[in-house]
Each structure stands twice: as structure tokens, then as C-alpha cells.
């Protein structure tokens, strides 16, 4: 029989408990390093040349958090026209100032301040000036949505492919329309409209800290899905539409380079194009008067286009 007596029943059960609670913060610790690199993983092929995953994980961490308190309008004011994360990680890796983001307001500058650990004695970088006011209770520019008149719209769908949270609906040649309550407010969609009937207004919110860092995360799954789409359109070889944005046309480089296409992949994606520029031509004009002949021709590329 092992008998124990109650000073040494206290001191284990003291023992006990110091390393439960190092067990415990041991997970605490741990979970919060995998939350911060679970944010870099598998990530739109866009962002592959930040080469995010072959940094210490301390230099991930940093530029997770950054990323995690930007608004993730993705509105490239910031001079970073692929997005929030690569902001982020420019301020991290080369030092990039870190008072650019305009729609984040003082409170995003000073939150990246801290992350990345100013001085004390350095004075912390007034935001770069927006052409909204700065609303009195967030203390950030105020928030504005874009909004078509309806009337006005041609159906040109330039706007559609601008929108790095899919949040404009429409289809050539047909009337367009924006799902405000997705709207970012980023004006991307502006620039690209030729009749100019795309309008921005304000909007006055009173949201808490909880509900605007659950609206980033949403706002960014949803630009990861746009760009991941965007890549799958681009490598779709049937896909004729031309690109009509700089994101789409960063993304098309980054889906060339890590394809290894062929020489007759090559010579049938230039055979496809032509075809496809033929069987245009003649549906344009078999739509104002019909042709037997041409109809032929027409049935005999669709049937080209097909094989290759």
C-alpha cells in the first residue's frame, strides 16, 4: 500500500495543474499559428507569384493579419490593382508604406501600425486622403454603392468582368443591374462603362467590429471565387471572350505560365480562333437573308470547331 500524505496530495495536484494550463495555452498558441496560415493556403493561382507558402511562418503570420484587418474591397487604390493581399504582403516583404489603404480609413493604418510594430517613438502615418468624408462614427470615408440607371444602359457588359465580387448580373445587349448589398463600393465598374450611367451613392451604416470582420471575410471568399471562375474561363479554350480587365489579364498570364502547351495545342488554339471568327461572319449574314451555300459552309466549321 503507497500511503501519501496531504502536503504531498496538494503539491501534485499543483503540479497537475501547471501543466494543464501549459497544455492548454500550447493549443491556444498552436491554433492561432494555424488560423494565420490556413488564410495563405490554397490560394486563387493570381497570388502564386507572392510565393507566400516559402516564408517563415512568423513573416506569414505578419501578413495574414495585415490582410485580415483591410476592408477587402479589393479597389487597387491602394496602387495594387490584383487586390487586398497583395497589399498586405507588400508592406511586410518590401516595405511598402502602409497608409494606402483609402477605404479602411485611420483606423486600418493605425491597426497595420501595430501589427507590423512602429516605433514608439515614429509618429503613425496619416491615411491617404479619400474623396468621400470621413464619417463621424467609424471614422472611415463613407461608404458608397454603385447603382445603373437602368434606362440608360446599352448591355455592353463591360462593367460585368470589373466587378472583383460578382456582384453586377446581366447579359449582352440586355438591361444590367447591381446587387447593392454585395457591392464593395470599390467604383472599378465606372472607367469601363462607355454611356457613362453608372452613379455612386452614399450609404450611412452602423455596424459592430464582429459583423464588419465576418462582411471582410465574406467580401473575400467571394473575390477568391470571381478570380478562381475567371481562371477557368481563361484556360476553357472554347471561350472566346476577349479580356477586358487588368486583373483578368494578370490572371491570364499566370494560367500561360504554368501551362505546358504544345506545339499543336498552340496551332489548334489559332485554327479554333479563325474558325470561330468565320462562323461569326456568316451567322451575321444568314441572319438578314438566307443562303443555302452559306448555311452549309456554316454547318461544315461548326463541325470543324467541334473536332479540334
Given amino acids: 500500500m503507497c500511503i501519501v500524505d496531504q502536503t504531498s496530495l496538494i503539491r501534485l495536484s499543483f503540479g497537475f495543474g501547471i501543466m494543464s494550463a501549459l497544455i492548454t495555452d500550447s493549443k491556444v498558441i498552436n491554433s492561432m499559428q494555424s488560423s494565420t496560415t490556413i488564410r495563405l493556403v490554397n490560394l486563387p493561382i493570381l497570388f502564386d507569384t507572392l510565393s507566400l507558402e516559402t516564408l517563415p511562418a512568423d513573416i506569414q503570420a505578419q501578413i495574414s493579419h495585415i490582410d485580415a484587418c483591410l476592408p477587402q474591397t479589393q479597389c487597387g487604390l491602394c496602387e495594387h490593382p490584383d487586390g487586398c493581399l497583395p497589399y498586405a504582403a507588400a508592406i511586410v516583404l518590401e516595405g511598402e508604406s502602409y497608409n494606402k489603404c483609402v477605404p479602411g ?3 486600418v493604418t493605425d491597426a497595420i501600425a501595430q501589427i507590423i510594430d512602429i ?6 502615418l496619416s491615411v491617404a486622403p479619400s474623396q468621400w468624408p470621413i464619417d463621424a ?21 463591360k462593367c460585368i468582368p470589373a466587378c472583383p465580387v460578382d456582384a453586377i448580373v446581366g447579359t449582352g445587349k440586355h ?56 481562371t477557368e474561363q481563361l484556360a476553357d479554350s472554347s471561350n472566346s471572350r476577349p479580356v477586358v480587365s487588368m486583373v483578368e489579364a494578370k490572371l491570364n498570364n499566370a494560367a500561360s505560365q504554368s ?11 489559332i485554327a479554333a480562333a479563325k474558325i470561330r471568327s468565320k462562323i461569326k461572319k456568316l451567322e451575321k449574314q444568314l441572319s438578314v437573308r438566307a443562303n443555302d451555300q452559306k448555311q452549309a459552309d456554316l454547318e461544315a466549321l461548326q463541325a470543324e470547331l467541334s473536332q479540334l
Avoid at 119 to 124: G, H, I, P, R
Avoid at 259 to 269: G, R
Fill in 137 to 157: 462614427t467609424s471614422e472611415r470615408p463613407t461608404e458608397v454603392r454603385a447603382v445603373i440607371r437602368e434606362d440608360d444602359c446599352i448591355g455592353c457588359t
Fill in 119 to 124: 516605433n514608439s517613438y515614429e509618429a503613425t
Fill in 105 to 107: 480609413g485611420q483606423p
Fill in 175 to 230: 438591361m444590367h443591374t447591381i446587387f447593392t448589398d454585395l457591392c464593395t463600393g470599390c467604383e472599378l465598374c465606372i472607367a469601363p462603362c462607355p454611356v457613362d450611367c453608372i452613379d455612386l451613392v452614399t450609404v450611412e451604416r452602423d455596424i459592430s467590429e464582429p459583423e464588419r470582420i465576418a462582411e471582410q471575410e465574406d467580401l473575400r471568399q467571394r473575390y477568391h471565387t470571381h478570380l478562381r471562375r475567371v
Fill in 259 to 269: 501551362l505546358d502547351i504544345s506545339e499543336e495545342q498552340a496551332k489548334n488554339t
